[in-house]
């Protein structure tokens, strides 16, 4: 499966910021996915998971209460919404797919290239 997101760049503290994650994979109702991040100088770290139908959603404590995610099926599409964006969700946002979604939780699923997202002070 190929994975495209987009949606990254700039935007102020405060705002919201949404993230899209295009799949390849005609059956991607058959797939779990989720968003990863990694700032500079940091590791890869999980910000969220949704399972094959949208009914189960996990969130990272970091972004708990301010984040969505959420996916269409059908248009075969992934979002991440992160409202009250801060400075320190600053980093390249990642989209995995997975047999499930607990696989994409512990970093066994396939990657997408990134989109840098920047919020500024």
């Known amino acids: 499966v190929q994975l495209l997101e987009s949606g990254g760049g700039e935007v102020q503290a405060g705002d919201s910021l949404r993230l899209s994650c295009d799949s390849s994979?005609?059956?991607?109702?058959?797939?779990?996915m989720g968003w990863f991040r990694q700032a500079p100088g940091k590791g890869r770290e999980f910000v969220a998971a949704?399972?094959?139908?949208?009914?189960?959603?996990w969130y990272a404590d970091a972004v708990k209460g301010r984040a969505t995610i959420s996916r269409d099926n059908y248009k075969k599409t992934m979002y991440l919404q992160i409202n009250s964006a801060r400075p320190e969700d600053t980093a390249v946002y990642y989209c995995s797919a997975g047999p499930s979604a607990q696989a994409v939780r512990n970093m066994e699923g396939t990657w997408g290239q990134g989109t840098l997202v920047t919020v500024s002070s």
């Open positions: 949704i399972s094959r139908s949208g009914a189960g959603q």
């Open positions: 994979d005609p059956a991607m109702n058959t797939l779990g």
